[in-house]
């Protein structure tokens, strides 16, 4: 027998008539699964950690556990409410150690669970007296926890993830509870209902009232904690501020020094050893005392970057010019100081203020460099370690999230608060901005705290966070605030253990009163809720069996005052729900019904939808055209199970619809015969084509639009949609089921969305096709007029291959067959081939063609035969394809500019002649010139012109240069024929 055959606790059965309501028994199982819940927590916590605390609490639990097994049962042979009490009993103590060990929010949060199971199982359970006891062990549940959570005589564990699984736990349980009573999902009595309210009118505001004050107190202890950080930080970034503010107007005033500007005005070459030379060392190693710790180093550097002087001889001679200081300096001609820069695989990193040296014209003779080692910033902190406690400190921290100083943990310095990205780390080791002596996997040592105060991930300036000393974790405050001269900034930090205590006494104080006087309300309230309610018990009875189903009754009215009223309008109320239920039934199964169906129907919509949206997914993937079309007729009729689809696209005549695509068998013997209908004129595809409207045929047999194609025979509703781009219509969609009625007008509107996007995707791919085949032609023609004109470019040139030998550059005159292997392919040839003769030497060969807008101009042939295993690595591969391609331009450019010059030259030749045509009148002198020129300057050893005259003998004139025989006479004189 099942525990739920078992149970025979009585509970109450439904006196609501609300259909859903809620099962009586779900209360105490559900009471049961949170002890179970807790039990299997604690226990697998105790085992993995080991503590007491834990296996109390699992202990605790196990046994209320155990009790509310025998609860529900009939192993334990006692009364049935006496169980119950014990395992409420054993529960709310679990609950009140639950709230000692791990507490949170003074033991609040606990106290509404204990009370909340408690009134969910008083609002189900019939004995008025045993929910009265149950009451009662709820409030001293809560009671305890609020105690137990403020006194702490356990080892109190602080965890937020419990913390935040009990504070959720206790919202829902006190929603539901009030859902459930509002929506008469529980069956509250009347006494539930006014200890309830009651205690919820009392309570809430005492609650309210001990929040606020322990609020104002928090907030007043915390401005003052804030006041204190703000003068703290304030005066850490002064020190900061004025360090920098000092350099930078120091090493402003030291740049315009006398004898700096002495020794730039000598000649390069009488500087080494001048009195100048002297002067400036000894006033630049007295300008570094003013730094008592960490000395700086001064250093000259001429407009070139070189660093001429300086107080660290070892960088003398060496040059600046590619650092980002001096770089920023010679561009802005003002000074500069620099973030902290790191020395490669080093611990040493610098700070750099530099300040451009101006001579009496104001021109830029030089740079100032000053460099300070990073480690003064820690210096600078450390005056304000301890300023407003024993655990206070400021830390400085760059804009990537780097230490900078700390005043805390100083084996800290130049590690990360954040991880950095691999990418980003690179970038930072490029620019010497993160140490590199350290790698990437430890120079992070992670406080998301402190990254998201230093990057500018906070609202305010103030917040809170958590340090691990000495394996314990401190609370501490901190306030973040920028600096002037870096884009850094300063975190102070302060410990709030002292605010902490403070507020931890106040709110035990307002607590244990709060929940003493708590206490002894709710008391007082129960006791007078029972005694008010006590007339009501037997109506409630009377109530309970009627809405049990026994409509028979009538409760006994003994009073005329409310209750005996109550009573009347009861009885009234019973006889017409009794006539009433009779119709109930059969109206709430026509309704269900109603609404099981238009939920098939919205639901079936909904598919189609999707569908629609699935199938346009897959049409405007395909490029192939014909291959568009078979798609979208196998997608249709696959995801709509229909009997027949095809495309139809309207001819260039505009006069038919060919079926150009189908996924049925009778569709391909249609294909296959290029089945075609008249636009217009037959079956409702011509009618869609014709008209620009869809067509339904709902029952073909009765249809006179429809067509009766043989190879269709089973189809018995057809649907065509047009295919329109920008109202043009360019074919159809035609749709064929086996069922009648298949379509309706919904299913138009549905499937016009999808006819659009296959218009749009065959129109975009007819002109994507156009749009190819027009590029591949153009392509093509390019390349056979790049052909013809470096053809005709090389005909006239002897040598057409030059080979560079040690001696220079000479003709190729050898055929080799990897040049006709990388013309015909267009890809270049790496390749190693052995001698022919006894030397037996091998060569290793590359071969790089010449590409001209892809086509091959000409090659690139490299060999090496002094390294008898060389290999050409893809790094010379590039290179020499790189080469190949300037090659091609500059060779294209040489060609076009040469025809440019013959061009220019032939019209230039053809003004010289026109010119002197026109210097004479005589149309005899006029030819003889023209005769003369062309002879000249084409090179020809004879001219002649033929004038053809309307109804006359064509008229010959001819210029022969004179005969050595003949000397200077000439012989031009033309013969006329007529």
């Known amino acids: 027998m099942s525990l739920r055959n078992k149970f025979s606790l009585k509970f109450k059965s439904g006196t609501s008539l609300l259909r859903g309501q809620l099962n009586p028994r779900s209360s105490l199982y559900g009471s049961i699964g949170f002890a179970g819940l807790f039990t299997i927590i604690f226990l697998a916590t105790a085992l993995f950690r080991g503590e007491y605390q834990f296996f109390l609490l699992a202990g605790s639990f196990m046994l209320a556990f155990l009790l509310g097994i025998f609860t529900v049962s009939k192993i334990w042979e006692t009364s049935e409410s006496l169980k119950l009490l014990i395992f409420i009993v054993a529960l709310e103590i679990s609950i009140a150690l639950f709230s000692g060990i791990f507490p949170s929010v ?66 829902i349980l006190a929603f539901s509870l009030l859902f459930l009573m509002i929506w008469g999902r529980i069956v509250a009595t009347l006494q539930v209902k006014l200890i309830f309210g009651s205690l919820a009118l009392t309570l ?14 928090r907030t007043s202890i915390q401005e003052q904690s804030n006041q204190s950080l703000k003068v703290a930080v304030d005066q850490t970034v ?55 710790v960490y000395l700086p180093s001064y250093a000259l550097l001429n407009l070139l970057g070189a660093n001429v002087i300086d107080t660290d001889t070892s960088n003398i001679g060496k040059s600046e010019r590619f650092t980002s200081y001096f770089r920023t300096a010679a561009t802005t001609k003002a000074k500069f100081v620099s973030p902290v820069e790191f020395v490669p695989d080093s611990r040493e990193a610098y700070i750099y203020f530099i300040n451009p040296i101006f001579d009496v014209n104001k021109q830029t003779i030089g740079f100032l460099r000053v460099r300070y080692d990073a480690r003064v910033l820690q210096s600078l902190i450390q005056l304000t370690v301890g300023l407003i406690g024993t655990r206070s400190y400021p830390l400085i921290i760059d804009d990537n999230g780097l230490r900078l100083a700390d005043g805390l943990s100083p084996n800290h310095v130049f590690r990360s608060v954040t991880p950095f990205s691999t990418e980003k780390y690179k970038l930072l080791v490029e620019n010497r901005r993160v140490a590199t002596y350290l790698p990437q996997s430890m120079i992070t040592i992670e406080q998301i705290d402190f990254a998201n105060a230093a990057l500018n991930k906070y609202v305010s300036d103030y917040f809170t966070t958590t340090t691990t000393l000495n394996q314990s974790e401190i609370q501490q405050s901190g306030i973040i605030a920028p600096l002037k001269y870096q884009p850094w900034r300063v975190i102070f930090i302060q410990e709030q253990t002292a605010l902490l205590i403070a507020l931890q006494n106040q709110n035990r104080l307002s607590t244990i009163i709060s929940t003493i006087i708590a206490g002894i309300v709710s008391i007082f309230i129960t006791l007078v809720a029972n005694l008010f309610t006590r007339p009501i018990l037997q109506l409630t009875e009377t109530a309970e069996k009627i809405s049990a189903g026994d409509f028979s009754l009538q409760a006994k009215v003994t009073s005329t005052d409310e209750i005996g009223i109550l009573g009347n309008a009861f009885n009234s109320m019973t006889r017409q729900l009794k006539e009433f239920i009779d119709s109930l039934e059969n109206r709430v199964q026509e309704r269900t019904q109603q609404l ?40 249709i009729s696959e995801r709509f199970d229909f009997y027949h689809v095809g495309i139809f696209l309207i001819d260039d005549t505009g006069e038919y619809a060919v079926l150009r695509a189908a996924n049925s068998a009778g569709g391909r013997k249609m294909l296959a015969r290029q089945h075609k209908l008249q636009v217009g004129q037959v079956g409702i595809v011509g009618y869609a084509t014709g008209t620009g409207d869809p067509r339904i045929s709902t029952d073909v047999g009765q249809d006179a639009v429809f067509f009766n194609n043989p190879d269709l025979p089973e189809t018995k509703s057809e649907m065509a949609l047009p295919l329109k781009v920008e109202n043009r219509i ?38 994507y096709a156009e749009t190819s085949r027009a590029l591949e032609e153009s392509e093509k023609v390019h390349r056979q007029y790049l052909n013809q004109e470096w053809t005709k470019q090389t005909v006239d040139i002897s040598n057409k291959s030059y080979k560079f030998t ?20 267009a890809r270049p040839i790496v390749r190693t081939q052995k001698s022919d003769d006894k030397s037996a030497t091998t060569t290793s060969i590359l071969a790089v063609p010449i590409l001209l807008r892809g086509e091959s101009i000409g090659v690139i042939h490299l060999q090496e035969t002094e390294k008898s295993d060389y290999v ?26 040469e025809q440019t010059i013959r061009r220019a030259d032939r019209e230039r030749k053809v003004l010289e002649i026109t010119s002197k045509i026109r210097s004479t009148n005589d149309p005899q002198q006029m030819l003889q010139i023209t005769l003369e020129e062309l002879r000249r300057n084409l090179g020809a050893t004879k001219a002649q012109i033929v004038l053809n005259v309307a109804e006359q003998t064509p008229s010959s004139y001819e210029f022969s240069p004179p005969s050595e025989s003949s000397g200077n006479e000439k012989s031009a004189d033309p013969s006329i024929d007529s």
Not at 597 to 611: D, G, H, P
Not at 878 to 893: P, S, Y
């Open 204 to 217: 809430i505001p005492l609650i309210a009232l001990s929040i606020i004050n322990n609020q104002f107190l």
């Open 806 to 825: 040690p001696d220079g550059l000479i003709p190729l005159t050898e055929d080799l067959p990897e040049i006709h292997m990388v013309l015909d392919s």
């Open 730 to 767: 360019i074919g159809a969609l035609d749709v064929q089921s086996t069922q009648s009625n298949a379509f309706s007008q919904e299913d138009i509107e549905l499937f016009t969305t999808l006819s659009d996007q296959i218009a749009i995707a065959i129109n975009n791919n007819q002109l």
């Open 238 to 292: 002064a020190h900061v501020d004025g360090f920098f503010n000092t350099n930078l107007e120091s090493i402003s005033d030291e740049a315009s020094l006398p004898v700096i500007l002495d020794y730039l005005s000598l000649d390069p070459n009488l500087r080494s050893g001048s009195p100048e030379e002297a002067e400036l060392k000894a006033t630049f190693l007295s300008l570094q005392t003013k730094e008592k």
């Open 872 to 897: 050409w690595s893809q790094n010379e591969l590039t290179t020499v394809q790189a080469v190949a391609d300037q090659v091609a331009l500059t060779l294209e450019n040489a060609r076009l500019f």
């Open 106 to 171: 003074s033991g609040l949060p606990y106290s509404v669970i204990a009370i909340s199971i408690a009134f969910l199982l008083a609002a189900v359970v019939v004995k008025s007296a045993i929910s009265d006891w149950i009451i009662f062990l709820g409030l001293f549940g809560a009671i305890g926890s609020v105690l137990l959570s403020v006194l702490a005589p356990f080892i109190q564990t602080q965890s937020p993830q419990i913390s935040i699984l009990v504070i959720a736990l206790a919202i």
């Open 596 to 635: 099981a169906q238009q939920n098939e129907a919205l639901l079936f919509r909904s598919r189609q939808l999707q569908t629609v949206s699935d199938v346009a997914r897959g049409i405007v993937s395909t490029r192939d055209f014909e291959s568009l079309l078979t798609t979208v007729t196998t997608l």
